[in-house]
């Protein structure tokens, strides 16, 4: 049952990151341009952007469903679970 539950909010990641790929909209509105270098060098220009993005909206709602009524007997087994570990970047000062 743990891992059809880990399987599920796996792929409702992936669904979730899928359509924020989506819902993004990137227009350039200048071109980037390389400095011009000579003896002197003169600065480059960084390109313009304009950014039109969605929004998703969250909430709850009441419903009523049909859901059986099942006894679960249950005991304690010793499972593999993932784990993460962050280690952040060592100071070079």
Do not use: C, H, W
């Not at 227009?27 to 400095?35: H, R, V, W």
């Not at 003896?39 to 960084?46: A, K, Q, R, T």
């Amino acid at each position: 049952m743990k891992t059809g539950a880990t399987i599920a909010l796996a792929a409702a990641a992936a669904v979730v990151i899928a359509a924020g790929v989506y819902m993004v909209d990137i227009d350039m509105t200048d071109e980037g341009a390389l400095p011009d270098v000579d003896v002197s060098v003169e600065g480059g220009e960084l390109p313009e952007f304009d950014a039109d993005v969605g929004s998703i909206e969250t909430g709850t709602t009441t419903e009523t469903v049909t859901v059986p009524e099942v006894e679960v007997d249950t005991r304690e087994a010793q499972i593999e679970v993932p784990t993460i570990s962050v280690n952040p970047p060592e100071d070079d000062s």
